[in-house]
């Protein structure tokens, strides 16, 4: 009887021990894929930070009427077939913007869409124009740029 219960003290340890290792390494993949769901999550947060950020000082400098510096904010893309004075002319004889919100974000991959309202004032009078979608493309140097002209 005495050797019976050695034999299953023997048994449970060794299956306490299997329990225990499968755990140990079903363990480390779920870290590791924690890990990367929350690196993709803080990656994901930064690029709308950085996308957001970018659509603000676009607007912003196009409030200021700094067209100039604006520019430096299109995509590569539209400055090869669009030059500084072609941005600038498109903004003469245009209604002055006078307040931009920004409402939401998407991004995806190296595309962002941002969603945004914009006031501007003609003649005294001023409109709200709602639901304005701004495409940006993250550049080559991982910065966002503003897709101006399709």
């Given at each position: ?9 023997i ?5 306490t021990?299997?329990v ?6 079903s ?8 890990k ?8 994901s ?21 700094d ?12 400055k ?16 002055e913007?006078v ?27 001023e ?16 910065s966002w ?6």
């Amino acid at each position: 009887m005495a050797g019976l219960r050695d034999e299953m003290k023997i048994f449970l340890i060794i299956i306490t021990s299997l329990v225990i290792t499968g755990l140990l390494f079903s363990g480390c993949s779920a870290i590791d894929r924690g890990k990367g769901f929350a690196a993709e999550k803080f990656s994901s947060e930064d690029d709308m930070d950085a996308a957001v950020e970018a659509v603000d000082k676009f607007f912003a400098l196009l409030v200021e009427k700094d067209y100039e510096e604006a520019y430096g904010y299109l995509s590569r893309k539209d400055k090869e077939n669009n030059s500084q004075h072609d941005f600038i002319s498109e903004f003469r004889n245009v209604t002055e913007i006078v307040k931009v919100e920004i409402n939401w974000i998407e991004v995806e991959n190296n595309v962002a869409l941002v969603g945004i309202d914009i006031m501007d004032s003609y003649d005294g009078e001023e409109k709200l124009y709602k639901d304005i979608e701004v495409s940006l493309i993250k550049e080559e140097d991982e910065s966002w740029k503003i897709v101006f002209w399709n």
